[in-house]
């Protein structure tokens, strides 16, 4: 049953007017209705934001609360639902998770100031303040802390794709042009959570995006995307951010664009664009940053969630700026040495001193996430508690440096990053004498700046304390005087302060000599005013508006102090984030006995005792040990091949070593006991079946498409892993382009690469690959079970154990025995066949090479196939296979 959104007692929904036709009411709704588009609209109806007509579907099924309907809109009742104002944000939330965009039309005037307007019949005004996207929440509650949250455009001019990314919550922004085939690979990596498009742009395959949204062309134009920037960063030039590109310009104006039409012109801040550098970092594709989990897991039911990626597994992090650098860090590994060199060797001096380390880690801990805080002033949503973050943040950060500044051997990336932690000190001092310790977040009630800081505003407290201090003795002396003991004086929103008695001694204070002015009757009680308590209750309210408006002055002074040196502290958070992840990843290395890895200048990959961190701490869980294995390659022995059954552990051997090269490359330490490995310049991953129904591809074609696109872009300086190629189409067919895939990887490609396979067959092709060896994950059959011991040792399988899988993954003993028979009948009629080429084993082979095989060959072949009694090889396997053979032939013919 649908719960209803909590409604204040008092509270009619019957009597809230409606927006029926013909009402001005409903004209204003049409026309903020008009410019809200596809977004819901949130109307502001007293108390409540109500949503009417579809929106109001939409929005009480995701939210799952009642949908009423009143009145009537061309001979249909109106659906509606609302929201109180006070609980908003929360359901907020829950519509921008779900997919949703919100327009919210504020009342802007009182009904007070409509009367004074337009007359007592006024329509109170109404506009839209704001619209609410998941790609540029500033607020708090709204956001997931130690997520990066980001708005992205994509633009096309000629041959340039550039993509524009801005994080509006801390300001980062950053712009990338890429080839249009790497598109999907840059917006897997920023994952935006609402990208742009131009409504004149063609679809894209774009997996990697949560929401997209058409905008009018005209936001992608180049020529005035420049003007638009210029304006935005208020300069005369671009030209001093960097050189950018047409398609860059564009991505980026349409950007800004787009956040002035959801800010509804308020500012944002945005740091000036930075081009991220493409050709510094590892190349990875959608397709395997999927496979690989890194920071966010791809299947099941937990799908989307760090929880079981990578990231969510190793993270350490004290800081959310630290976890969302540490998600940046993992999905952006580098490829320059010295720069991965400078990370390793922070993150060596810290693992090697744990005192020190802990030291760092619980200052760190303490800092509130300053770089949000400032996204929130410069958007003009700030508040008092945002910039006391600010000031314990810099205040911390400046301890911090000093701290440092006192060790003699610190790591050279650390003595580089150090002075951009300095240089705060007289707005951490402004702030510290400004504010109270814990101000609210909302300054509408005043109380935040601290005694001391402004004598007037002290004065202006003062009184209203005295003040306030009269009334209360007003209160006794007016009991003495009345004799009426339960006599009150009270304070509310429409009377201000006013005495208040039971309604049975009300009689005394009505008497025209008594003082009191009688104000409002009531069920029980009757309240009055007398001059005594209006003149003193005007002395406090009046310091009160002063005081407020005093703390709200020195609120936006101090907000401005802080924009000025929004690029200065966004800097230092970043430097406060990079120690964090330096010291989460130092932490955890040594908790996990994780080693440093060499980085050679040939392309290798040695490691030893190497393990999957996400595997292994699954098994811990439940007590169990993850067994290590190692791998070594290198130009002579660049490609290996893994048989062995299933649930060996294959998959899990070639992942653990495309993560440890991602975490090294990250400037990380890795889960092995040594580790060296000539830097990676693409990495590939094409593991399992990951089905992509909804863009039109079956699992097959998914395979396939990635297959083509490693063999496309493999370099000598690549590692590959590719797992059960093949396996998506009918035996022969697979076993023969897996086949075909490994030899071109080997003498084409030329990458490093670990091709798991069940195709034992493929195994033949040690003999003529120089750089190929064969590898296999041991099992054991005892007493009749299957032991699966996770162990790589050299040499193929010696068999599939195929069916004892079944047996241990609970086939019914029936369906196994059955198999069993067809297995036996199989590998009789492999022998039948036994003067067919050389047999079924070698029919991949030869169906492979069948092109270049003689004419002679062939017709001896369709003689010999011409024989063959099909029947008598009952299995679908065998019969698929000699059908294959035989059309093949028939091509051929
Ligand atoms: N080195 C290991 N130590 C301990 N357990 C492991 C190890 N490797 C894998 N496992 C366990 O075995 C399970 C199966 O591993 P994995 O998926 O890698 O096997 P596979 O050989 O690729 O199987 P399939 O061929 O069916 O895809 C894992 O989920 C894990 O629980």
């Known amino acids: 049953m649908a719960a209803t959104a909590p409604r204040p007692a008092n509270s009619n929904a019957a009597a809230r007017a409606l927006p029926v036709a013909a009402t001005p009411m409903m004209a204003q709704y049409w026309s903020l209705k008009d410019k809200a588009g596809e977004c819901l609209l949130f109307y502001r109806m007293g108390d409540f934001f109500e949503l009417f007509f579809d929106d109001a579907k939409a929005a009480a099924s995701t939210l799952d609360i009642a949908l009423t309907s009143r009145g009537e809109h061309d001979g249909q009742p109106v659906a509606m639902c609302g929201v109180p104002v006070h609980a908003a944000e929360s359901y907020l939330a829950r519509l921008i998770r779900a997919g949703h965009r919100v327009a919210i039309a504020e009342q802007i005037e009182t009904p007070a100031e409509a009367k004074a307007r337009g007359g007592s019949k006024a329509l109170v005004a109404r506009d839209i303040v704001r619209f609410v996207t998941a790609g540029t929440l500033t607020e708090e509650s709204l956001l997931e802390g130690r997520s990066a949250n980001r708005l992205a455009a ?90 950018f590109g047409r398609g860059e310009i564009a991505a980026m104006g349409a950007l800004v664009a787009y956040l002035d039409h959801v800010g509804t012109g308020g500012p944002t801040f945005l740091q000036p664009p930075l081009r991220h550098l493409a050709s510094g970092r590892m190349a990875i594709d959608a397709a395997t940053r999927e496979s690989l989990e890194l920071v966010r897991t791809m299947i099941g ?47 060596d001096g810290l693992a090697r001193d744990a005192l020190w380390r802990g030291e760092l880690r619980a200052a760190l801990r303490a800092l509130p996430d300053a770089a949000r805080a400032l996204g929130r002033l410069v958007a003009g949503r700030g508040g008092p508690r945002d910039l006391a973050q600010l000031r314990d943040a810099l205040g911390g950060a400046r301890l911090l440096r000093e701290h440092l500044a006192r060790r003699a051997d610190l790591p050279p990336l650390l003595a580089h990053l150090l002075p951009g932690l300095d240089g705060h000190g007289a707005l951490v001092d402004e702030l510290a004498r400004a504010l109270i310790e814990t101000p609210p ?75 009191f002015t009688h104000r409002q009757t009531l069920a029980g009680v009757v309240r009055f005013n007398s001059s005594d308590l209006h003149e003193a209750a005007s002395r406090v309210t009046q310091a009160g508006v002063h005081a407020i408006a005093a703390e709200a002055a020195h609120l936006e002074a101090l907000t401005d102090a802080a924009i000025g040196r929004r690029a200065e502290i ?26 440093r890895p060499d980085l050679a200048d040939e392309p290798c990959l040695e490691v030893t005792g190497g393990r999957h961190p996400v595997v292994e701490a699954a098994l811990a869980k439940s007590g169990e040990r993850f067994v290590p294995n190692d791998v070594s390659l290198s130009e002579a022995d ?31 330490f890795v889960p092995a006991a040594t580790a060296k490995l000539g830097l990676v310049d693409r990495l590939f991953s094409r593991v399992g079946a990951s089905d992509n129904l909804a863009r039109g591809r079956s699992t097959f074609m998914v395979e396939m498409v990635e297959t083509a696109a490693i063999l496309a872009q493999a370099t000598p300086q690549s590692f590959v892993i590719l797992d059960e190629v093949g396996r998506g189409t009918s035996t022969y067919d697979g076993l023969a382009l897996a086949w075909s895939v490994v030899e071109a990887v080997h003498e084409v490609n030329k990458c490093r690469c670990l091709f798991a396979t069940h195709y034992h067959e493929l195994t033949r092709l040690a003999e003529t690959l120089d750089a190929l060896s064969l590898h296999h994950v041991r099992a054991r059959e005892w007493q009749g079970d299957l032991v699966l011991l996770h162990e790589l040792a050299e040499g193929p399988a010696d068999r599939s154990y195929g069916l004892a899988v079944a047996r241990l993954a609970g086939v019914p003993a029936g369906v196994v025995k059955r198999a069993e028979a067809v297995l036996a009948k199989l590998e009789a009629g492999r022998e039948k066949t036994g003067g067919l080429a050389a047999g079924l084993d070698d029919l991949p082979l030869f169906a492979a090479t069948l092109a270049a095989a003689p004419e002679a060959a062939k017709d001896a072949l369709r003689e010999a196939l011409g024989a063959i009694d099909p029947d008598a090889l009952a299995p679908r396997e065998a019969l698929d296979a000699l059908y294959t053979l035989k059309h093949l032939l028939a091509d051929e013919a």
Not at 156 to 162: F, H, W
Not at 199 to 223: G, H, K, M, N, Y
Not at 302 to 327: F, K, M, N, P, Y
Not at 570 to 595: K, T, Y
Request: aromatic fraction near 4%; glycine fraction near 8%.
């Open 638 to 668: 660049r490609l290996w091949l893994v048989t062995g059954p299933n649930m060996g552990g294959k998959s899990t051997f070639l992942r653990q070593n495309a993560l440890i090269v991602v975490l090294a490359q990250a400037g990380g």
């Open 570 to 595: 966004a800097a230092s958070c970043d430097v406060l984030a990079r120690i964090d992840v330096a010291a989460a990843l130092a932490d955890h290395a040594m908790s996990h006995n994780w080693c």
């Open 154 to 243: 994509l633009a096309q001019v000629g041959d340039e794709v550039a993509i524009a990314a801005a994080d509006i919550s801390t300001g980062r922004f950053e712009v990338v042009a890429v080839p249009a085939a790497a598109v999907d690979a840059e917006l897997a990596r920023l994952a935006p959570s609402e990208l742009l498009l131009s409504e004149s742009a063609e679809e894209l395959p774009i997996s990697s995006a949560r929401q997209i949204v058409r905008r009018p062309s005209s936001d992608f134009s180049s020529t005035s995307a420049q003007k638009r920037l210029e304006t935005f960063f208020g300069v005369q030039t671009l030209d001093g951010f960097g050189q």
């Open 301 to 347: 039911a937990g799908a989307g969630a760090r929880e079981g990626s990578l990231l969510g597994t190793i993270d350490r992090t004290v800081t959310a700026a630290g976890a969302r650098l540490l998600a940046d860090d993992l999905a952006s590994p580098l490829t320059d040495k010295g720069a991965i060199l400078d990370r390793l060797d922070l993150v």
């Open 441 to 515: 977040v909302d300054a509408a009630q005043g109380g935040y700046v601290a005694e001391g800081y402004d004598h007037a505003l002290d004065a202006l407290r003062e009184t209203a304390r005295d003040g306030r201090k009269a009334i209360a003795s007003l209160e006794a002396q007016y009991r003495d005087r009345t004799g009426i003991a339960s006599l009150k004086i009270r304070h509310n929103g429409v009377l201000g302060y006013h005495v208040e008695v039971p309604a049975k001694h009300a009689d005394a204070l009505m008497a025209p000599e008594s003082g």
